[in-house]
C-alpha cells in the first residue's frame, strides 16, 4: 500500500470516527447543585428546614434571601413529577408569646425551569404553603418567577 492510500485510508476513519462521537450521548454528568435561600413571608419564626433532609438554616418572620446554606443536589432537567419534602419548625416571632414550637412538613413541586440554577430559594408563605423555585438570583431579580422577598407589614412590632 501506498503511504497516500495509507494517509486516505487514515484520514477516512478519523472522520467516521469523529461523527460517530457527535451521535454520542453526552456521559452523566450527575445533579447539579445550588445554594439555598429561605424567603419568609409569615409572621412565624423559622426555627430550622430541611429539604429532602438537608438542613437549609433559619428564618426570621417577614426575612430571609440574604443568607445562603451550600448546598443541595437537583436534577440537570425539570420534569412535571419533580418534588421535595420540606419539614420545618415554627414559633411565635413575639418575645412574650408562647414558647411552642411546631413542625410542618410538605411534599411540594419544584417549579418549572428551563435552565439551571445556582439557588434553590425556598417561599415559605401564609397557611403552611411552600414554593421552589431553582433559579441563579434573588427573589427580586429581574425575570423572577416566584413571589417577591417578603416585607414586614407596616403595624410589625418586632
Not at 15 to 39: H, M, R
Not at 130 to 152: C, F, H, M, Q, T
Request: glycine letters at 10%.
Amino acid at each position: 500500500m501506498s503511504v497516500f492510500k495509507g494517509l486516505k485510508l487514515s484520514l477516512l476513519v478519523l472522520v467516521i470516527s469523529f461523527l460517530s462521537a457527535c451521535n454520542a450521548e453526552e456521559p452523566d454528568k450527575g445533579p447539579a447543585t445550588a445554594k439555598i435561600s429561605a424567603y419568609n413571608h409569615t409572621e412565624d419564626y423559622i426555627h430550622q428546614f430541611y429539604i429532602n433532609g438537608t438542613w437549609g438554616g433559619n428564618s426570621r418572620a417577614y426575612g430571609g434571601g440574604g443568607k445562603f446554606v451550600c448546598c443541595i443536589g437537583y436534577p440537570r432537567e425539570w420534569r412535571p413529577d419533580l418534588t421535595a419534602t420540606v419539614r420545618w419548625s415554627t414559633s411565635s416571632s413575639d418575645p412574650e408569646g408562647p414558647d411552642d414550637v411546631y413542625w410542618h412538613e410538605e411534599v411540594v413541586p419544584i417549579e418549572y425551569y428551563d435552565k439551571l440554577g445556582t439557588r434553590l430559594n425556598v417561599h415559605f408563605l401564609p397557611d403552611h404553603k411552600v414554593r421552589l423555585l431553582i433559579w441563579n438570583g434573588s427573589a427580586d431579580s429581574k425575570g423572577y418567577r416566584g413571589p417577591d422577598a417578603p416585607e414586614k407589614p407596616a403595624d410589625w412590632p418586632y
